[in-house]
């Protein structure tokens, strides 16, 4: 398994952007697709993005599609989630994940978590 740790979460006006990151230890990151998921209060954990280990393969939800953006530097052990059009819907803890299999959609496919960051959009 890897330990994950995520960052770069704040407040944002609506419409602005935010680039959250999440740092991964140990040497084997490459080889691990990841995921970004939101958790909103009151509300289930929820599909934001993915990508495979090669950066190759990219998926998104309906809701974030042509807005955010997803990719990895496997030389920095990181991954991050441009988030750009930012709404009040969006405010969510962000967290991201890792599994060495696929890029699931699916949060309970995935072996490894971050602690999350808070991301706030306000209106």
């Known amino acids: 398994q890897v330990q994950l740790v995520e960052s770069g979460g704040g407040l944002v006006q609506a419409g602005g952007s935010l680039r959250v990151s999440c740092a991964a230890s140990?040497?084997?990151?490459?080889?691990?697709?990841m995921g970004w998921f939101r958790q909103a209060p009151g509300k289930e954990r929820e599909f934001v993005a993915a990508?495979?280990?090669?950066?190759?393969?990219?998926y998104y939800a309906d809701s974030v599609k042509g807005r955010f953006t997803i990719s990895r530097d496997n030389a920095k052990n990181t991954v991050y989630l441009q988030m750009n059009s930012l709404k009040p819907e969006d405010t969510a803890v962000y967290y991201c994940?890792?599994?060495?299999?696929?890029?699931?959609?699916?949060?309970?496919?995935?072996?490894?978590w971050g602690q999350g960051t808070q991301v706030t959009v306000s209106s």
């Open positions: 140990g040497r084997t990151f490459s080889s691990y697709a």
């Open positions: 994940a890792a599994d060495p299999r696929s890029p699931w959609t699916i949060a309970t496919m995935y072996g490894s």
């Open positions: 990508i495979s280990w090669s950066g190759g393969i990219t």
